[in-house]
């Protein structure tokens, strides 16, 4: 628990540190909705009132308020500012959903994500899940998050989006954890069951002293920015709606910000698929929100490696166990409201989207491979695709969609080049041999959902290349009190 000291907040996290340790290897699911947002997140008296903190700490945070269960009159206010006038048609909206595998490099200052955002025209929603944001190994699978490499991917997308000519200043706050970098804890199980104990018993302490206007005990944010506010800071075009990382994995969900007054029921879900069946190496993150009155789930995934025959069960494995413990809490009544039935499972959605790193590969190794490569045989390759292979035979992704691949395989590339590793090989190569494949895939399904755009792009940040999409998508929303059918 976070306690003031003359000495700052570094001492104070030393005891709370090493139980977000513990939660990740017991894979306790936190008692608060932790998710980064532009918006502080509440819910109505009656239920468990938590407030969460801003992912940019502004010198003067504007009063905007999300609410998951209160009346449309209470939740966030209409936000005058110089934002693109909404499109002619509400309810059809452009959504750009966007994943990159950056290969456990965090990114650097003048990285350019305008051509990829922005090309090839504005959308209303983006949608953009990370995978490998910092190396996995055992300190960033095992420890305390690392979420300084997900503030940079933030900082980066909010200026391309803004169209923000100067990067944005960011300050550093002392990270709590620098101090604690040697710091070791040496505990037995009966230990954890103690510190899982004293877990519970604090988050409901925190729940039932809690309010929406009181500053949390936030245990899971290790490292934190100030950005020194421009004086037209509300008039930004784009929003964050929400962000989670679970170890490399980060999901982020961006809305136009006059769309905002129209998003609620905002959740999140971390299904780890990893080390011993359940640590965040491998697994999913997902965001659960409603626009107007439509539900939509993104899924962002790092699935299971390797090329060897039979890895492609196991990542059939990973999408089947994520669809069924992937859950979202129930929206609260709120008396004197109609209640709808908010979303609890991945499928009860109206829209849904599954994006990530989903690690499939051809199904033959050999010579034929770097004939249709250097042919750019993409047809003949993809029918060796190890996704098309087991979707078509109903073993995964049953009733999913993904519109037609017409660009080069997307993994694996030597550093900082348009070389696949399989083409550089020599008797001296230090990289280990990796038949090209197209690993990083968008996949949706749900009515009203039409696919305009499916590519990849061609920064050579990482070993992937990044692949985008976009959507043209139809709402519900109530007009003059008749429901718009998809």
């Given amino acids: ?89 509400p309810l059809n909206q452009r959504m750009f959903v966007g994943t990159w595998n950056a290969g456990g490099k965090c990114p650097h200052k003048g990285l350019n994500l305008k051509d990829w955002l922005l090309n090839p025209v504005p959308a209303d929603i983006y949608v953009l899940g990370f995978q490998e944001i910092v190396p996995l190994n055992a300190g960033n699978v095992l420890g305390a998050e690392d979420d300084a490499p997900a503030l940079k991917w933030l900082s980066l997308i909010r200026q391309a989006l803004n169209n923000t000519e100067k990067s944005t200043e960011l300050t550093e706050i002392p990270h709590p954890h620098k101090e604690l970098k040697n710091f070791k804890t040496r505990i037995s199980f009966s230990d954890l069951i103690s510190l899982e104990d004293e877990l519970d018993k604090e988050d409901s302490e925190r729940h039932s002293t809690s309010s929406p206007n009181s500053d949390i005990e936030d245990e899971t944010s290790n490292f934190w920015m100030r950005r020194k506010s421009p004086k037209n800071s509300t008039s930004s075009r784009y929003s964050l709606a929400a962000s989670k990382q679970m170890v490399g994995i980060f999901l982020c969900v961006w809305v136009r910000t006059d769309l905002n007054q129209h998003v609620s029921n905002l959740k999140v879900s971390c299904v780890g698929r990893g080390i011993m069946g359940y640590l965040g190496n491998k697994g999913s993150v997902s965001i659960s929100m409603t626009l107007h009155q439509t539900s939509f789930c993104f899924v962002c995934t790092h699935l299971t490696s390797g090329e060897k025959e039979g890895d492609e069960v196991r990542r059939n494995f990973d999408v089947i166990e994520i669809l069924k413990k992937t859950k979202f809490s129930q929206s609260q009544r709120v008396s004197g409201q109609p209640f709808t039935p908010s979303p609890v499972s991945i499928l009860e959605h109206d829209h849904t989207v599954w994006l990530g790193d989903l690690n499939y590969r051809l199904a033959f190794p050999g010579g034929d491979s770097e004939e249709l490569l250097k042919n750019n045989d993409w047809e003949t390759l993809l029918e060796k695709d190890q996704l098309m292979i087991e979707q078509r035979a109903g073993r995964v992704f049953k009733g999913w969609e993904e519109g037609s691949i017409s660009f080069a395989p997307t993994y694996k590339y030597l550093d900082n080049s348009d070389q696949y590793v399989a083409q550089n090989q020599t008797s001296k190569s230090k990289e280990k041999r990796r038949i090209p494949a197209w690993c990083d895939r968008i996949l949706w399904r749900g009515k009203g959902m039409k696919q305009m755009w499916y590519v990849r792009g061609e920064n050579k940040f990482s070993d992937h290349r990044p692949v985008y999409s976009l959507f043209s998508v139809q709402l519900d929303s109530p007009i003059d009190g008749i429901k718009v059918q998809k």
């Fill in 1 to 89: 628990m976070r306690t003031e000291s003359s000495s700052g907040d570094t001492m104070s996290y030393k005891s709370s540190w090493p139980k977000q340790v513990v939660r990740k290897w017991l894979n306790i699911q936190g008692g608060v909705k932790e998710f980064h947002s532009d918006y502080k997140v509440s819910e109505m008296a009656g239920t468990n009132s938590v407030v969460n903190h801003y992912d940019f700490l502004e010198e003067s945070p504007p009063e905007k308020w999300l609410t998951e269960t209160a009346p449309d009159s209470l939740k966030r206010p209409r936000i005058e500012s110089d934002s693109p006038a909404p499109v002619s048609d």
